[in-house]
C-alpha cells in the first residue's frame, strides 16, 4: 500500500468518466467499457437510480490505495481525456507496491491505460504525419 493517498476526487473523476464510456460511442470508450465489463462491474448509465456498481467500482480503487471508506460523487464530470490519463497514471504509481500490480482490478486499470494512450498517441498530429512503413 502507497504513503500516498489518492484523493476521492480523483478516483471520483475517474470513475465517473468510466461511467460515461457505458453510454458513449467514442472511438476507445467502448473498449474501456469492455475492460471494465471483464473485471465484473456493469457502468450502464441509468437515469433511474445511482449506479451501485459504480460507487462499489471506486470503493475497490480505494481499497488497492487504502482501507478508508469512498463515496462516489456524480457531480465531478472532467472529462478531458489527457487529465483523466495522468489521474490514472498517478492511481496507479501509487498502489504499484507489493502484490497490488498481480490483482485484477491493478491489471484492468493498467489496460485502460494502454486503452488511453494508444487513442491519445493516434490522435496527435505528429503520429498522423509519420510513415507508415
Known amino acids: 500500500m502507497s504513503s500516498f493517498i489518492i484523493q476521492d476526487e480523483t478516483i471520483n473523476k475517474l470513475v465517473n468518466f468510466f461511467v460515461t464510456c457505458s453510454y458513449s460511442k467514442e472511438e476507445f470508450k467502448p473498449q474501456i467499457t469492455q475492460e471494465i465489463n471483464k473485471y465484473g462491474y456493469d457502468l450502464n448509465y441509468n437515469q ?34 489527457y487529465q483523466i490519463l495522468k489521474s490514472l497514471q498517478c492511481f496507479l504509481y501509487q498502489c504499484s507496491e507489493g502484490n497490488i500490480p498481480k490483482d485484477k482490478l491493478y491489471i484492468t486499470l493498467s489496460n485502460i491505460e494502454k486503452i488511453l494512450i494508444s487513442y491519445i498517441v493516434s490522435n496527435l498530429d505528429e503520429f498522423k504525419k509519420a510513415k507508415w512503413e
Open 48 to 81: 433511474e437510480d445511482k449506479n451501485p456498481d459504480a460507487n462499489n467500482l471506486g470503493q475497490r480503487m480505494k481499497v488497492l490505495n487504502n482501507f478508508d471508506l469512498f463515496k462516489q460523487d456524480e457531480t465531478l464530470n472532467e472529462y478531458e481525456i
